[in-house]
């Protein structure tokens, strides 16, 4: 199973945030979707095996934490992406991880607690960024993990100490958009059958 945990420092933490539809407005959450789109949507298909985290540490609740790994039972399309992140933002039950869908949980949990969870089940972690080692030239294990954030980046603390115990990599030498990265990662781990 591959992860991906995707980063925002201002990406709303309340429904009623996305109810106007304004994207920009609700902390780029144009940004989430369109990763989220990169990360699990296949022409004519999705990808079973990703599970994708989104941590929000925008207003009014954060820190949220939403997980999704689509099933045959979760109906969704592209268009319905925003859509899908508010009514599961509306159902958020606090520090109790709740399904909201089929596959689809959401919680209150911080960046660093949600990183320390995927560790001790033996899934291994990757920060993505520019100045890290080329991935064409890593290992990489059948259960892993990528980490990237939004426009602004990961947190700057959590970074530092992830550091310690996690190896940064690049997918070439260029500054992507974050959607784009998770598509390159993916391209990467289908040549190599993971």
Known sequence: MRHFIYFSSSAATSGKALSDGNLMKAGRMDIAIHSFIQGVFLSHGFRKDVTFHFVFYGMPDPPKHIEITVTDDLEISKKDVGTLIKKILYKSGGEKKTEVFPGCFVEKKSFLKIVEELLEKDIECFI?????DFI????????????????????????????????????????????QTVAVVNNELDVRGI
């Open 128 to 132: 993505l960024e520019k100045g890290g």
């Open 136 to 179: 064409r030239d890593i290992k990489i294990s059948n259960e892993c993990c990528f980490i990237l954030g939004d426009h602004d980046g990961l947190p700057k603390k959590e970074i530092k100490r992830l550091k310690k115990s996690l190896s940064p990599i690049s997918i070439g030498p260029k500054m992507y958009f974050a959607s």
